[in-house]
């Protein structure tokens, strides 16, 4: 049971570079989250989805897009990367409504230079 | 719109010692309040969830508390020990938003 991973781990980026970073699941949880954590910012919502096929625009959407095709796994694209795009990323799941418990990814650090 | 803030920023205490970290929220009308730990380059573990219709959670050393009325959470660890060198964050739950985080509170636990 792996919970909730994240690929990949690390990655260095050139601006105006695209690339998608996939969350994958195996809570059958309904509710997945990205989030972006920068220091002295806190952890930002950038996108979410409260089921396969949907998705909602969190606090920080512009310049990333998402897509939840499958229930297990939420993708979050970079279409032009710029460095003020550079940041941890987090995912995060919780099983299906507002009493539930959230769960997060181990983050992936991305630099964009 | 839920606001969520941690004080102090960052804390530190002799190992042994209890400790309190405070977390208030501007809107009362939460459904939960989770606590989580982060350790440096990791993500967020999740400590203890506390639903608006309980006043405390307990987990080992720790113990959380909810007070709706006067927007606050407290969380509580006794004997503190090196190995609880972390930051600490709450998130507030209300409404049909996600979560809304604080900032954290960075704990050094000194040997």
């Known amino acids: 049971n792996a919970g909730v991973t994240q690929t990949p781990k690390f990655r260095v980026l050139k601006t105006g570079q695209s690339m998608t970073l996939l969350c994958a699941q195996d809570?059958?949880?309904?509710?997945m989250y990205w989030y972006r954590q920068d220091p002295g910012m806190g952890l930002r919502l950038i996108h979410y989805s409260v089921g396969e096929g949907t998705t909602a625009k969190g606090e920080v959407p512009d310049g990333y897009n998402v897509s939840r095709l499958k229930k297990q796994n939420f993708l979050l694209g970079l279409e032009s990367a710029a460095p003020s795009q550079t940041s941890v990323y987090f995912c995060?799941?919780?099983?299906?409504?507002?009493?539930?418990?959230?769960?997060f990814g181990p983050g992936t650090r991305l630099t964009v230079l | 719109k839920q606001e969520v803030t941690q004080i102090p920023a960052a804390l530190s205490v002799p190992e042994g010692e209890n400790l309190v970290l405070n977390c208030s929220f501007t809107?009362?009308?939460?459904?939960?309040l989770q606590w989580f730990r982060q350790d440096p380059g990791k993500g967020l573990t999740s400590l203890l969830l506390i639903q608006s219709s309980q006043r405390e959670q307990t987990s080992g050393r720790l113990n959380a508390s909810l007070d709706k009325s006067s927007g606050r959470s407290t969380l509580y660890i006794a004997a503190s020990q090196p190995g609880d060198s972390a930051t600490y964050l709450c998130a507030a739950h209300s409404g049909n938003t996600p979560l809304v985080f604080g900032k954290g509170t960075r704990l050094s636990v000194i040997a």
């Open positions: 809107d009362s009308a939460i459904y939960n």
């Open positions: 995060a799941t919780k099983r299906s409504n507002q009493y539930n418990e959230q769960f």
């Open positions: 809570m059958n949880h309904e509710y």
